[in-house]
């Protein structure tokens, strides 16, 4: 292992986490935005131009609050729920391959921290490691409606992992990898993987909507019935964690989403592209699309959010239980047999 | 290098287990649990068992101990509401731990260093080629065992859906 390696991962690894951290922040203040604009509001408008520095200010806002810890609360869990929270919504990242390798002064730098060939199940694994943050915060807090809410989290993600997994299941059989870099390369151009697994696509969607706690399964957060939710005792940063936590989380999972179904960083034209920039600027080029994808999920997230109501808890456990994960399981079976003639002729 | 990772994560995981056993919150043991699993998929890793590593911490860390989390959770159990335990319970408890450290002792006596275990073929933990063992060699009991599962499964479903007139 040599330091070059360990410098270029290390860079990498800052830059990802500054884009996560700096898209997190926009996305509180987009979601603001198109809130207002769905229902008819100028939101956000103050703070510099069309109230860009609304996020900064919001930080500077959440630096500032008092820091209060119950009395009756478990000290050090209560501190180590939002930081849970945080570090599993972050790690998500390390295996996403966010572009072609690159050119960069003579030498080649592949645009993905770590390349290990069970990439789709770490990615599973840290999804399903990121209700703890949750559960913990909820339970050290003392409170009723925290541990409630903490309950209700446990619960749902439990259930919606396995239609998750079970979507993805129907993915695997079709790209015989479980590694993120060959899934993504396998959709060169215009053959995504969208195209051929559009139910597979939909269960894993809503299964995410579910996994990110957005609406409209936010139930852990329902506040017409628990106050605040797992957070109700949190102020200052440790608030802020738990919701910047949810903003990565959409991000995170809208960058799967893109990479496993609608093509990861490739687009239609890239060879031309390719043929006519060089090894430096059309990978960067296809990141920037790739990233446009990401944005463009993460508006559907909130369009969502801002659409459709709140479930009902009964009717959260009916969809996944006896709605999505039949699907799946028929996605599964169709997918096989689909696979199984294709091969015999 | 590692053999010292080695060594530096089993000492985690003794520790940690040990942790299980005497916190006095059942929550806390479980969250020593749950750390002493991931001690035991960083082992996995360091064996090369990339795949059992990751369903390691998919299924027990992410899963079976979230349940366990969640049960203890809704009990929430505390000091003052468990019941206190008879003095013929703690002697028994004594009983049967003294017969658990002779027999550890006993085993632990016969015990002699072993030469490491050298795998012919050290990729075998990977997704690739654990697939290719389990559904050739061994599909028959690899098939079996995933029909025991499902029973299990439904049996507990059904165990769990009261009846229609009584709900």
Redesign the interface.
């Known amino acids: 292992m040599d330091s070059a390696f360990v410098i270029e991962k290390f860079i990498l690894v800052a830059v990802i986490f500054g884009i996560s951290l700096v898209i997190a922040m926009y996305s509180t203040y987009a979601e603001r935005k198109v809130a207002a604009y769905l229902q008819d509001r100028l939101g956000p408008d103050r703070a510099g131009p069309f109230g860009i520095l609304q996020p900064l200010a919001d930080g500077i806002k959440m630096f500032m609050k008092e820091e209060i810890i119950p009395t009756s609360s478990n000290r050090f869990?209560f501190i180590a729920g939002p930081g849970l929270a945080l570090l599993c919504a972050c790690i998500g990242t390390a295996v996403i391959p966010w572009g072609s390798p690159v050119l960069i002064a003579g030498k080649t730098i592949p645009l993905q921290v770590s390349d290990?060939?069970?990439g789709v199940?770490?990615i599973?694994?840290v999804?399903?490691?990121g209700?703890?943050g949750v559960?913990?915060g909820g339970?050290a807090s003392n409170n009723k409606y925290s541990?409630l809410s903490?309950?209700r989290a446990?619960?749902q993600?439990?259930s919606y992992?396995i239609a998750m997994g079970l979507s993805i299941i129907a993915l695997l059989l079709m790209t015989n990898t479980?590694s993120l870099k060959e899934i993504v390369g396998q959709q060169h151009g215009l053959n995504w993987n969208v195209w051929y697994q559009p139910l597979g696509f939909l269960i894993f969607m809503v299964c995410s909507f579910a996994e990110t706690n957005r609406a409209p399964f936010d139930l852990p957060e329902c506040e017409t019935e628990l106050i605040g939710g797992y957070h109700t005792e949190y102020s200052s940063m440790k608030l802020g964690f738990y919701l910047f936590a949810e903003y990565i989380n959409m991000f995170v999972s809208s960058a799967v989403m893109a990479a496993l179904y609608w093509g990861g960083y490739n687009y239609p034209g890239m060879d031309y592209v390719a043929a006519h920039l060089g090894p430096t600027w059309a990978p960067l080029i296809g990141t920037a699309v790739f990233f446009g994808k990401i944005v463009m999920f993460i508006f559907f997230f909130m369009w969502v959010r801002w659409t459709i109501p709140r479930f009902r808890y009964d009717q959260l456990m009916n969809l996944g239980w006896k709605g999505l994960i039949p699907l799946a399981i028929a996605n599964i079976i169709i997918t096989g047999v689909v696979i199984a003639i294709i091969e015999k002729f | 290098m590692s053999t010292q990772v080695f060594y530096f994560v089993a000492t985690l995981s003794i520790i940690f287990s040990l942790l299980v056993i005497f916190a006095k919150n059942p929550?806390h043991s479980v969250?020593y649990l749950?750390l002493t699993f991931f001690t035991f998929t960083v082992h996995y890793v360091l064996l090369n068992a990339?795949?059992l590593a990751?369903?390691n911490?998919?299924v027990y860390?992410?899963?079976i101990m979230?349940?366990f989390?969640?049960v203890l959770?809704?009990l929430?159990l505390n000091n003052e509401t468990e019941p206190s335990k008879s003095p013929l319970i703690k002697i028994v408890g004594v009983i049967a731990g003294g017969c658990l450290v002779v027999t550890l002792i006993g085993s632990l006596k016969s015990a002699s260093i072993t030469s490491p275990l050298i795998l012919k073929n050290p990729g075998l933990g990977?997704?690739e080629n654990l697939g290719k063992e389990l559904f050739g060699p061994f599909l028959l009991p690899f098939e079996l065992s995933s029909l025991l599962l499902l029973a299990a499964m439904v049996g507990a479903v059904l165990l769990s859906k009261r009846d229609e007139v009584e709900a």
């Open positions: 869990l290990i060939n069970v199940l770490y599973f694994g999804v399903s490691l209700v703890y559960m913990i339970w541990l903490a309950i446990a619960s993600n439990i992992e479980l | 929550i969250l749950i990339q795949f990751v369903v911490f998919i860390m992410g899963a979230v349940l989390l969640f959770m809704l929430n990977l997704v």
